[in-house]
Structure formats: structure tokens, C-alpha cells
């Protein structure tokens, strides 16, 4: 079922312990596209539900994890990954996981999924915590900068900005 990802890129694929759920598993899903890390998981494989329930960045697990579009996100817990599917839109991270300082330039760096902040219930990550701690200096101009950027670059590689 891992072939379903190239094929249908806009759904959401639930995918418990590995293998593709049946029923109820499709969820119609813009695709997006996400900062993947070395580890070839969104976040690094850190759960995006637990930033917002347990208020720290902890590592997801292979049992519970999900694609979306392309790229596999875990999760901590069944529960977590029930969440998630059910607003997935709300717990991603913001600009596809790129550094949100890089986004208010235009641009995409990676990010780490450890300098994070949740700012009006939405999910920003930065390169590091010496990046984060420029971003937050001038927070509500930064997401609005880069708020601004990002229709226009989502779609266009990070090599190309």
C-alpha cells in the first residue's frame, strides 16, 4: 500500500503498525509539502499532537504512525494519532515544518524540531534556538512576513529559493 502515496498525494493514509488501514483510513487532505529530516519522518519523527497535549516535543512511534500526502508522521499514542487524523490541518507544523524565521525571509531552512512554539494554537518551528530566539523579538511581524511568503513558495524546493 506504500505504492498509494505516489499514486493518490492529496489523501491522507492512516497507517497503524505498518500496514495501510482499510475503512475509514482515506481522509481528504490538501497536500503540503513538509520538511523532512535525516531520519525520513516529518518532525524527526516527534509527535505533532504532543506538542500541543503534553507541551514538549516527544518521539512518535513506528506503531502509530501516519502518511500525509507523502511524508510519515508518528505519534506517541493511538490516541494522538486518532487526533491527528481527525485535524490534521491543526496540529501540523506551520509552513510545512520549515523554519518559521526562514519562511518570514521567504526562504526554507530545515528546522529543529526541539525550538518549537505553539502561537495561537499553531505549531512553529526554527533552525535552532539562536534563530528562534531572533524570530520571537519580533513574533507577530515574522508570521506575518511569513504568512505572506509561503502561498508563494509552498510548492517551490527550498535548493530553489
Not at 30 to 37: L, M, R, T
Not at 53 to 71: D, I, K, Y
Not at 96 to 104: N, T
Amino acid at each position: 500500500p506504500r505504492f498509494l502515496t505516489h499514486l493518490l498525494p492529496h489523501l491522507f493514509v492512516v497507517v497503524p503498525g505498518g500496514a495501510a488501514a482499510c475503512g475509514g483510513g482515506y481522509v481528504n487532505s490538501p497536500f503540503v509539502p513538509v520538511a523532512v529530516h535525516e531520519t525520513g519522518l516529518a518532525l524527526g519523527g516527534h509527535d505533532p499532537v504532543a506538542y500541543f497535549t503534553q507541551g514538549r516535543p516527544v518521539v512518535g512511534s513506528p506503531e502509530h504512525q501516519a502518511l500525509r500526502g507523502s511524508v510519515t508522521y508518528r505519534f506517541a499514542s493511538l490516541a494522538n494519532l486518532q487526533t491527528f487524523q481527525r485535524e490534521p490541518d491543526r496540529h501540523a507544523p506551520r509552513y510545512g515544518g520549515f523554519c518559521a524565521y526562514g519562511m518570514s525571509l521567504g526562504k526554507k531552512f530545515p528546522s529543529d524540531p526541539r525550538a518549537w512554539r505553539i502561537v495561537e494554537g499553531r505549531l512553529y518551528l526554527n533552525k535552532d534556538f539562536d534563530v528562534q530566539a531572533t524570530w520571537l523579538k519580533d513574533l507577530t511581524e515574522n508570521i506575518a512576513s511569513a504568512d505572506g511568503h509561503w502561498p508563494r513558495v509552498e510548492r517551490v524546493p527550498a535548493e530553489e529559493l
